[in-house]
């Protein structure tokens, strides 16, 4: 039996392991996790499920049902086993319909999440889920890592029940171990994406940001490169600059970057890093801002997408820029009207100036394209239009290349994240016309505002680059009740598409 750890918030260490027992019901753990499916007469055991039952009489799912248990996605219950199990607990987590071929890892991933989140404070659990090969055994692996993560540094008082300090994943399929590896891998990556964006900006300014992208990132095996304030300025960085001028806390550009010998691909990720968001002199009103922790979400899931490549070790070249600034209003800071010019040389207006993101935006956009890559991806907690379109689960991606497009959205699919492609509009760009610049930061009209920025941003993608833009200003910071293995607060949103994106590269 081999064992891989993943290190969540606040030093907890939840260790993964890998059995492949068939006999769940003399497993020695603290709690066992069972699935159950809906069925016409009521809740019907899942694989993995079948042993159990028949240790407790045959009476499973008609405990279930006297106890208003259907099997829906989402359900939970705890029974205590009274001897018939080694485990004295027994968590059953509903799985919805029985499927008619193969379970969507989705499901097993909430599942999982579900269950170890419902079992904080159990030092041990075991998962007997449906992980019938290895891709769906690190779904299990991964949804129950997430599902267990919590963020504590800052509590003091009250009692907090700790996270599941060991799981086990019961599965004897092929190939299982690489997949609880892989997993492992990419909840760290997640449970640090999460971390930072659940810190106070009073502890995570540009500066901050970018040394632990720099300790982090070369301890995982990448270059990093940092660029201050006056090396900003006198490369020509106007965006970042002018976004980060309001501020006591300077902006920082981090160019993060891996190299495998074998590469055929490069790929580059540009990440929206602004590490609080008042909105600048263009004030955001009070009831908007209180998040705007969350707005740098996208350089965290850059930051967390190439540690996670390195650490995986694909056969990809990668590049990651991480575009840190503070938009804060001050006598120093831009005004509605003033001019900059961007590192791609263009000018522009800045109508708006909490329309910020789309000008750090477009300076690692075209930073990027020096280093003539494959394709640019951009994400970004861009415009509250994308939460008017799409909700809070879903993230929006533009490009100028439709199978690119389809391609990210795939990608997203493939690792439970829920993604749209959406189009770019020819008909916006004029409104984006300005008299006195090459271009203005801000359409006119407020319809289509999510269409509007990506449009903007395409305009500083350098020529014969594919490139596409990942706006999931909802689906980076969980506002509502945890769900699956989403937390309240940060959700690490994007970092598995990325990931799932250089493997595609790297194939």
Known sequence: ???????????????????????????????????????????????????????????????????????????????????????????VVGLGDAPEGDYDPETLRRAAGNATRALAGTARVALALPATDAERVGAVALGGLLGAYSFTPYRTTGEQAAPVAELTVLSGADGAQAAIERATTVAESVSLVRDLVNTP????????????AEQTGSKAGLSVE???????????????VAVGQGSVNPPRLVRLAY????????????????????????????????????????????????????????????????????????????????????????????LDTDAEGRLVLIDGIARAGQDNPDVIVDIATLTGAQIVALGWRTA?????????????????????EAAWGMPLPEELRKGLDSPIADIANLHPERFGGMLTAAVFLREFVPDGIRWAHIDMAGPAFNKGEPHGYTPKGGTGAITRTLVGLAERYAS
Request: hydrophobic letters at 45%; charged letters at 20%; one cysteine or more.
């Open 226 to 240: 940092v660029l201050d304030e006056k090396a900003l300025k006198e490369q020509g960085f106007g965006g970042i």
């Open 396 to 416: 929006g991606v533009m490009a100028n290349d439709d199978e690119l497009r389809e391609e990210v959205v795939q990608a997203a699919g493939e690792q439970g």
């Open 201 to 212: 900006p009073s502890d995570l300014w540009p500066a901050r940001f970018a040394e632990i």
């Open 1 to 91: 039996m081999r064992t891989a750890k993943a290190r969540l918030a606040s030093g907890d260490v939840t260790t993964v392991r890998l059995n492949s027992t068939d006999n769940a019901v003399s497993f020695d753990t603290d709690a066992l996790v069972v699935g159950v499916h809906t069925g016409p007469d009521g809740p019907r055991p899942a694989p993995g499920a079948e042993s159990v039952d028949e240790a407790l009489g045959g009476r499973l799912a008609a405990t279930l049902d006297a106890m208003g248990v259907k099997g829906k996605p989402g359900e939970i219950a705890k029974l205590p086993t009274f001897g018939a199990l080694t485990a004295p607990l027994l968590a």
């Open 259 to 350: 190299s495998h010998p074998e590469a055929a691909k490069t790929i580059a990720f540009v990440g929206k890093g602004i590490t609080f968001d008042s909105g600048g002199l263009s004030l955001k009103p009070a009831a908007a801002m209180d998040w705007m922790k969350s707005d740098m979400g996208g350089a965290g899931a850059v930051f967390g997408a190439l540690v996670a490549i390195a650490r995986l070790g694909l056969k990809v070249n990668a590049v990651g820029y991480l575009c840190l600034a503070e938009n804060m209003p001050s006598g120093t800071a831009q005004r509605p009207s003033d001019v900059f010019t961007s590192y791609a040389g263009k000018t522009v207006e800045v």
